[in-house]
């Protein structure tokens, strides 16, 4: 079966948060190389010391990111995710990591969630069951 592929719109970047934005794209490329497990714990540990990230400063690391990478753009939602994150981190800000799946049909899924949504993500995002996330640390109620 084939999905429709349609790539979000791109926006100029001024050239500093241009390369934060390719730098963490690249990162980012490696680091969804790695198996599962293993991403979730550096995820974790580059969370430490961070606060919440609001939806418009993640809302401004994904349309960076989307702007510099037509992989981000298109399909490519794990590195986009990571890379979004990514670039929160260099801010001292870090927006909820999450992956998931739906059962009809069947997909997988990764995006970033802050103030308590999806940034960036289609309506649809809600019928995703989270299976695996990165919360911000100061996020969580103690």
Known sequence: MSMPVVSESRSPLVWHRHITA???????????????????????????????????????ARTAVVSV?????????????????????????????????????FRAHAWVEAEGGAVGEPGDTSLYHTMVSVRCPAGRPR
């Open 69 to 105: 990478s037509a992989r981000c753009a298109g399909q490519g939602c794990l590195q986009r995710s990571v890379a979004t994150v990514l670039l929160c981190r260099l801010r001292g800000r870090w927006p909820d990591w999450c992956t998931g799946i739906r059962t009809q049909p």
């Open 22 to 60: 390719r730098c963490a794209v690249v990162a980012a490329r490696a680091l969804v190389r790695m198996p599962p497990k293993r991403l979730r714990r550096f995820l974790e540990l580059t969370a430490r010391g961070t606060r919440p990230a609001t939806a418009a400063q993640a809302l401004a």
